[in-house]
Structure formats: structure tokens, C-alpha cells
């Protein structure tokens, strides 16, 4: 147990100055208005975990605040008017009130002082599910509830900032002792029945944290899943739309970062794929087909860096397109469905719902082309990252020709252009179509090679 002062150095220890500085005026506003504050959440957890000595000073991106009221009805909106009353004392802030949580955010974007910085001032709350997987409603109440409502222990600690007894350590629930066995635990048994959310957070702290999954933990985490929690956010019930979301974000925080792979190798341990459909496994196909798809990416973002060339872009985020991989695993007739629950962009959806009618095209039609201008004809309808779909589920013959597509035949420039052809005599119209991509087939096909060979073929292919 950390005594409160030794806690209180801690913080200005370990906090860069314009941080301590900001939560000791928070603190002050608190105590004006008799009220008490807490530091909560990650901030507490991540100051704990900050490396002891010679380290830099934390520069936080997050932090959790919480107002405990004495009164339950009078303090209702005790963060939001904290919110404001720091706003005062901080003009170069944003603020942003969510009425039904009494929630308010305090925001600096590219903040010379404090960088990016998001500020939650919460007012000490209970949240009660009316029935699992719901949305929280709110009511006023103790910190103690309002920690008990969070995702795990090392997640409940809180540090009181107002005076008397600052700097206090309130550990309701054996946070400190799961930070130092390194363990990820649950408050209770229902939490990720409540919030299947939770499943996602469990693997992403466990992997970025290296801690582990505590076994009791992990029989919720396989007990929820084996009944069906998963299913609830699927159905057609109105709360769905609102915790797939959640998904698609705790899902796009964990492909797009840098232990992905680790995670997502948990995630498929704990069978917990089944959040995209029940019968998504992550067996060695899949995994094949997300190491070629890293190949491709690598490949295309150094090829781009290189020549700067546009095309040569994966224009989607790779969390997206691996997500698209999980995806396009499942059987044809489930991917629109699981696109359209995770309400996905539109191209990806499109994406989903005509890979396998363009697999099939591709595949069938591609062993027969014998000239480079076949094949451009062929995938030219294509985007890039249809292509890439299409390559990694596809036989090695198939993937090949595609990737020389992508990589080569889809970028050769056209050796002659319409104002070209107009310099050169021809009646501009609709055969110019027809023209430059009968010139472009030539050059694919290494029939001509130069400027001057592009206008011999075209003279003697199309008179003036
Ligand atoms: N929380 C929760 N259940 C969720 C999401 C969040 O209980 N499904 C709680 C956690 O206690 C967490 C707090 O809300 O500490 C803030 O959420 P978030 O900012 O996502 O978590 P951090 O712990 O700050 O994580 P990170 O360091 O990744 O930002």
C-alpha cells in the first residue's frame, strides 16, 4: 500500500508539469464546490506501470476523472460544470457535454502544451443493465459503484486528488495485486455478459500489457461465448446496431496495432471469433492468407514510398483489410450479413458480398489467357484490394498472374494519348476508346516498345 503523500509525489514525480499542474486546478475546483475527485482508470493503472527512475515524464493522452457528490440529487451535473469551470481556466480546450451520462470531455487537438489530450469528467455513477448487453442507464451514486461498473481490476483503481486525504489509493476490488502478478481480472461473473465488448479489451490489455488472462477470467470470457452472448449483437433487437459498433472499434484498435498478431492469436484461442459469426475459426488457411495479405501490404507501401506513384496505394487502412480476410473466411452466403452488423464502408461491403462471384470469374477465366492484355482485360474491372482478396484465397497459378498484374501490367502507361492522336491527324470521337486501348494491348503484349513503333502500328492499323 502506497502511503497518500508518497502517492501524491508519485504523481508529480512521473506526470509531466503541465499535467500535474492541470489536475492540481481540477482539484481545486472539486474542493471549492465540496466536492471530492478521483483519478481513475488507465491513467492510475499506466502511472503504476511507468517505469520508476530516469524515466521520461508521462505525457498522458487519457485521463479519467470522476466527481463524487455528497447530495445525489444536487450533484447530478457535477462533471459537466467541473468540465466548465476548468474550460474557464484552459480557453485553448474544447468542450463536450453528453447530457443522458452527465458526461463531459474536455479536448486539446495538436495542443502546443499538451499535445492530443482527452479529458472524461464523469460524475460517480451506477450503471444498471436491465438485461445483458444493454446500454447502461445512469443514476447518480458512490465511487465505489462507480468503479465496481468497470472492465477489470487493474482498471478500478482510483487516487483521491482532493483534500483531506489526497494522494489515497482507493482499491476496492485487489487492483494493485493483479498489477504486480501482471493478470488480467474481472469484478464479477457477469461483466462480459453484460458487455461482450469486455472479451476484446481482455485480449488487448493482456497482449499490450504482457500480462495474462487470470484462469477465472478466462472461464467467464468461454462460458459467455459458449452462450451465445454474441448472438444478442447480431439479432435484430435494438440495442445491436449501437454494440456492434463497439465491436467494429475494440476489433479496429486491436488489427491495427502493432501486437495484432498476438492478439488476434488469443482472440482465436479463446474461439472468441465467434463475435464476427459462430462459425469463424482462426485455423493455418487463415493465417496463410493474413501473412500474404502482410506481404502485400509491405510490398505496396514501400513500392509507394518509392515511386510515389498512386495507384500502387492500398487505398484502405490495413485494419480494414485484414478484418475483410476474416471476413471473406466465412462462407459466401454469411459475409454481406457480418458487413453489414459491423456497418462497414461501403466499398468493403460491396467488396464482401461480390468476392466470390468474382473468385469464380477469375478463376475460371484466367487459366485461358494467353497474352498480358487478356489478363489486363480481365481484372482491369477490379480494385486493388478485391485483387488482393482474390489472390490470397486463390491456387498459386491464379495468385501469380494476379500479383504480375497488380504489380506490373496494371501500372504500363499508354505510349500515345488522345491529344496525340488528334496532333497526329485523327478525327477525335468514340473510336479513340477503341484506339488507345487496342495501343495499349499492343504495348502490354510487347508488340511495341517506343513512341515511333506506336505510331507505325497505329498507321497501319487505323488509317487516317
Ligand atoms: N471501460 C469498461 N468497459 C468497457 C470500456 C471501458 O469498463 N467496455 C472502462 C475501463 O475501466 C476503462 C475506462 O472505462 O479504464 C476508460 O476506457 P478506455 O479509455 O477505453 O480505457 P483505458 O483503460 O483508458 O485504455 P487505453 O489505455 O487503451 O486508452
Same mark, same amino acid.
Given at each position: 500500500?502506497?502511503?497518500?503523500?508518497?502517492?501524491?509525489?508519485?504523481?508529480?514525480?512521473?506526470?509531466?508539469?503541465?499535467?500535474?499542474?492541470?489536475?492540481?486546478?481540477?482539484?481545486?475546483?472539486?474542493?471549492?464546490?465540496?466536492?471530492?475527485?478521483?483519478?481513475?482508470?488507465?491513467?492510475?493503472?499506466?502511472?503504476?506501470?511507468?517505469?520508476?527512475?530516469?524515466?521520461?515524464?508521462?505525457?498522458?493522452?487519457?485521463?479519467?476523472?470522476?466527481?463524487?457528490?455528497?447530495?445525489?440529487?444536487?450533484?447530478?451535473?457535477?462533471? #459537466?460544470?467541473?468540465?466548465?469551470?476548468?474550460?474557464?481556466?484552459?480557453? %485553448?480546450?474544447?468542450? *463536450?457535454?453528453?447530457?443522458?451520462?452527465?458526461?463531459? %470531455?474536455?479536448?486539446?487537438?495538436?495542443?502546443?502544451?499538451?499535445?492530443?489530450?482527452?479529458?472524461?469528467?464523469?460524475?460517480?455513477?451506477?450503471?444498471?443493465?436491465?438485461?445483458?448487453?444493454?446500454?447502461? *442507464? #445512469?443514476?447518480?451514486?458512490?465511487?465505489?459503484?462507480?468503479?465496481?461498473?468497470?472492465?477489470?481490476?487493474?482498471?478500478?483503481?482510483?487516487?483521491?486528488?482532493?483534500?483531506?486525504?489526497?494522494?489515497?489509493?482507493?482499491?476496492?476490488?485487489?487492483?494493485?495485486?493483479? /498489477?504486480?502478478?501482471?493478470?488480467?481480472?474481472?469484478?464479477?461473473?457477469?461483466?462480459?455478459?453484460?458487455?461482450?465488448?469486455?472479451?476484446?479489451?481482455?485480449?488487448?490489455?493482456?497482449?499490450?500489457?504482457?500480462?495474462?488472462?487470470?484462469?477465472?477470467?478466462?472461464?467467464?470470457?468461454?462460458?459467455?461465448?459458449?452462450?451465445?452472448?454474441?448472438?444478442?449483437?447480431?439479432?435484430?433487437?435494438?440495442?445491436?446496431?449501437?454494440?456492434?459498433?463497439?465491436?467494429?472499434?475494440? /476489433?479496429?484498435?486491436?488489427?491495427?496495432?502493432?501486437?495484432?498478431?498476438?492478439?488476434?492469436?488469443?482472440?482465436?484461442?479463446?474461439?472468441?471469433?465467434?463475435?464476427?459469426?459462430?462459425?469463424?475459426? /482462426?485455423?493455418?488457411?487463415?493465417?496463410?492468407?493474413?501473412?500474404?495479405?502482410?506481404?502485400?501490404?509491405?510490398?505496396?507501401?514501400? *513500392? $509507394?514510398?518509392?515511386?510515389?506513384?498512386?495507384?500502387?496505394?492500398?487505398?484502405?487502412?490495413?485494419?480494414?483489410?485484414?478484418?475483410? #480476410?476474416?471476413?471473406?473466411?466465412?462462407?459466401?452466403?454469411?459475409?454481406?450479413?457480418?458487413?453489414?452488423?459491423?456497418?462497414?464502408?461501403?466499398?468493403?461491403?460491396?467488396?464482401?458480398?461480390?468476392?466470390?462471384?468474382?473468385?469464380?470469374?477469375?478463376?475460371?477465366? /484466367?487459366?485461358?489467357?494467353?497474352?498480358?492484355?487478356?489478363?489486363?482485360?480481365?481484372?482491369?474491372?477490379?480494385?486493388?484490394?478485391?485483387?488482393?482478396?482474390?489472390?490470397?484465397? $486463390?491456387?498459386?497459378?491464379?495468385?501469380?498472374?494476379?500479383?504480375?498484374?497488380?504489380?506490373?501490367?496494371?501500372?504500363?502507361?499508354?505510349?500515345?494519348?488522345?491529344?496525340?492522336?488528334?496532333?497526329?491527324?485523327?478525327?477525335?470521337?468514340?473510336?479513340?476508346?477503341?484506339?488507345?486501348?487496342?495501343?495499349?494491348?499492343?504495348?502490354?503484349?510487347?508488340?511495341?516498345?517506343?513512341?515511333?513503333?506506336?505510331?507505325?502500328?497505329?498507321? *497501319?492499323?487505323?488509317?487516317?
Amino acid at each position: 500500500i502506497i502511503p497518500p503523500a508518497a502517492f501524491l509525489r508519485l504523481l508529480s514525480d512521473r506526470l509531466a508539469a503541465p499535467f500535474w499542474e492541470l489536475l492540481t486546478q481540477a482539484s481545486a475546483q472539486a474542493e471549492q464546490r465540496g466536492w471530492h475527485l478521483y483519478l481513475v482508470g488507465g491513467g492510475v493503472r499506466d502511472l503504476l506501470l511507468a517505469k520508476q527512475n530516469g524515466a521520461a515524464p508521462l505525457y498522458l493522452q487519457d485521463i479519467d476523472l470522476v466527481v463524487d457528490g455528497f447530495h445525489r440529487t444536487a450533484d447530478v451535473g457535477a462533471g #459537466v460544470e467541473l468540465a466548465r469551470a476548468l474550460q474557464q481556466l484552459y480557453p %485553448a480546450a474544447r468542450l *463536450e457535454i453528453h447530457g443522458a451520462f452527465q458526461t463531459a %470531455a474536455l479536448l486539446w487537438h495538436k495542443d502546443p502544451i499538451f499535445g492530443s489530450l482527452w479529458i472524461d469528467i464523469a460524475t460517480a455513477r451506477t450503471e444498471f443493465y436491465p438485461y445483458p448487453a444493454a446500454n447502461p *442507464e #445512469v443514476e447518480a451514486s458512490s465511487i465505489r459503484q462507480d468503479l465496481y461498473r468497470r472492465d477489470f481490476t487493474i482498471n478500478s483503481l482510483a487516487v483521491r486528488l482532493t483534500p483531506p486525504r489526497a494522494g489515497e489509493m482507493l482499491d476496492f476490488f485487489g487492483g494493485l495485486l493483479d /498489477l504486480q502478478a501482471k493478470q488480467i481480472r474481472v469484478l464479477h461473473a457477469n461483466s462480459f455478459i453484460e458487455d461482450p465488448t469486455r472479451i476484446y479489451r481482455a485480449v488487448r490489455f493482456a497482449v499490450r500489457l504482457e500480462f495474462a488472462i487470470e484462469p477465472q477470467t478466462e472461464n467467464y470470457i468461454r462460458y459467455a461465448i459458449d452462450s451465445g452472448v454474441y448472438k444478442r449483437t447480431q439479432g435484430n433487437n435494438s440495442r445491436a446496431p449501437a454494440l456492434q459498433t463497439r465491436l467494429k472499434n475494440e /476489433l479496429k484498435y486491436i488489427l491495427q496495432a502493432p501486437y495484432w498478431q498476438a492478439a488476434l492469436s488469443l482472440l482465436g484461442d479463446l474461439d472468441a471469433l465467434q463475435c464476427l459469426h459462430e462459425t469463424l475459426k /482462426l485455423d493455418k488457411t487463415l493465417w496463410q492468407q493474413l501473412r500474404f495479405l502482410e506481404r502485400c501490404l509491405r510490398r505496396f507501401n514501400r *513500392e $509507394s514510398r518509392k515511386s510515389k506513384v498512386k495507384s500502387q496505394n492500398v487505398p484502405i487502412p490495413p485494419w480494414l483489410l485484414r478484418l475483410e #480476410v476474416l471476413i471473406a473466411y466465412l462462407a459466401p452466403e454469411y459475409r454481406d450479413r457480418v458487413a453489414q452488423n459491423l456497418q462497414l464502408p461501403d466499398d468493403s461491403i460491396y467488396r464482401l458480398r461480390h468476392l466470390q462471384q468474382a473468385q469464380e470469374r477469375v478463376s475460371t477465366a /484466367l487459366p485461358s489467357c494467353r497474352l498480358p492484355s487478356q489478363v489486363f482485360d480481365l481484372l482491369r474491372q477490379y480494385d486493388l484490394p478485391m485483387l488482393i482478396l482474390i489472390a490470397l484465397r $486463390s491456387p498459386r497459378p491464379v495468385r501469380s498472374l494476379v500479383w504480375q498484374y497488380v504489380t506490373q501490367w496494371a501500372n504500363v502507361q499508354p505510349l500515345l494519348s488522345g491529344h496525340d492522336l488528334k496532333q497526329l491527324g485523327y478525327k477525335p470521337g468514340p473510336q479513340y476508346r477503341q484506339i488507345l486501348d487496342d495501343l495499349l494491348a499492343a504495348t502490354l503484349d510487347g508488340i511495341i516498345r517506343d513512341r515511333t513503333e506506336a505510331e507505325s502500328y497505329l498507321f *497501319e492499323h487505323y488509317p487516317r
